[in-house]
């Protein structure tokens, strides 16, 4: 399984930034999505997820700003942000939780990361 995460990038402080991150194969029976973000000398922390059945979770210091959206068709997540300040400056990593079939028919469940996107807000 692969996540490929885009959309990151720098933006001035109140500005807006779209992150998308598709998961493959196509076979991958996507459970939860979601994205976490790791800022500098910080632990790495849950941004938002989205279930399969469209339940959201947000972090307290992004409800309101962010919203995470997700295409079951597609295997994508998107997380549209507001920015605030620099303190949504940091590294954003997509996750997806979900059941891949081996060729053998066993379900093999597993947590999997895409490589990071970095957002940058400037005052």
């Known amino acids: 399984v692969q996540l490929q995460a885009s959309g990151g990038g720098s933006v001035q402080a109140g500005g807006s930034l779209r992150l998308s991150c598709g998961a493959t194969p196509s076979t991958f029976r996507v459970n939860v999505m979601g994205w976490y973000r790791q800022a500098p000398g910080k632990q790495r922390e849950l941004v938002a997820d989205?279930?399969?059945?469209?339940?959201?979770n947000y972090a307290d210091s992004v409800k309101g700003r962010f919203t995470i959206s997700r295409d079951n068709a597609k295997n994508t997540v998107y997380l549209q942000m507001s920015t605030r300040n620099f303190e949504d400056t940091a590294v954003y990593y997509c996750?997806?939780?979900?059941?891949?079939?081996?060729?053998?028919?066993?379900?093999?469940?597993?947590?999997?990361w895409g490589q990071g996107t970095q957002v940058t807000v400037s005052s």
């Open positions: 996750n997806a939780d979900g059941i891949l079939y081996n060729d053998l028919g066993i379900p093999i469940v597993g947590r999997y």
């Open positions: 989205v279930s399969s059945g469209g339940s959201t």
